[in-house]
């Protein structure tokens, strides 16, 4: 991932200093010449952006096989080859069933029902969408291949990495009404049915387990694609001057919905 953005970048770098030079040996540059050197340099950057998205994508998709795994009742087989198309192709007409007579749904509707406590039909669908709905927001996919590094909305980008660190951390750590994790990502299976458990009321020895232990995250490779996420956002950030903010985990646990 990081190699491919490493190489775009060297290349757009290096048309830079090409066309710099070719300007300055002729000995007669214009205006128009300088207009014309930054429209190459913002184009190449655009590209540089588009690998960001591909990446995106890619990490998506790759979280989306993770969690269907894990959780093999909180999706639709039929719906989930539609989604897979969307973000493959790069379009947004997906529309979920609980969204249907909403006009104009976005991703915040689409995690307030992923992270809703009350019971959900195909959760992980809503949460999928929803992700990808904040990326296709955040970074006008629609028109990506005809805008430049200058007509990125920045701020769009910094609230998409804002709200991509809350729900990392959500999908860690939400419970429905019953106490059960809405998405199995870090724990075991011991520590599933000792938390099912805790919760039903069962009799349970718990002199054999500390709270670190039940609650210990020995499964990261959901914490891993996550983070590479943010990373690819905070990527973006960086290579269009933009500033980068990492949230506090009081931050982060003080929001209960996505408005």
């Not at 540089?48 to 969690?67: C, G, P």
């Not at 929803?130 to 927001?137: A, D, N, Q, R």
Request: glycine share 2%; aromatic share 10%.
């Amino acid at each position: 991932m990081f190699m491919e953005c490493s190489d775009t970048m060297k290349k757009t770098t290096k048309t830079l200093v090409i066309l710099i030079l070719l300007l300055g040996i002729t000995g007669c540059s214009t205006k128009e010449d300088y207009s014309f050197v930054k429209s190459i340099f913002q184009t190449d950057g655009a590209s540089a952006v588009n690998a960001h998205v591909d990446t995106l994508r890619e990490e998506l998709l790759k979280y989306k096989i993770k969690l269907n795994k894990r959780n093999p009742n909180y999706y639709s087989k039929k719906t989930s080859k539609t989604i897979t198309n969307e973000i493959k192709n790069s379009t947004d007409n997906l529309t979920l069933k609980l969204l249907k007579n909403k006009t104009n749904a976005t991703y915040k509707d689409y995690l307030n029902i992923a992270f809703s406590p009350k019971h959900v039909t195909n959760r992980n669908d809503y949460l999928i969408v929803g992700i990808y709905k904040l990326f296709y927001w955040a970074y006008a996919i629609e028109r990506s291949h005809t805008i430049t590094t200058m007509q990125y909305d920045t701020k769009k980008l910094q609230k998409a990495n804002k709200m991509m660190q809350i729900i990392q951390y959500k999908i860690q750590t939400a419970k429905d009404i019953d106490s059960n994790y809405l998405f199995i990502t870090w724990q075991r299976p011991w520590q599933i049915e000792v938390l099912k458990k805790i919760n039903g009321n069962k009799k349970i020895d718990l002199d054999k387990y500390t709270k670190k232990q039940l609650l210990y995250h020995s499964n990261m490779n959901f914490q891993v694609i996550s983070s590479g996420m943010i990373f690819t956002l905070q990527d973006t950030l960086k290579f269009l001057g933009a500033e980068v903010t990492n949230l506090s985990k009081s931050t982060i646990k003080s929001i209960l919905i996505f408005l």
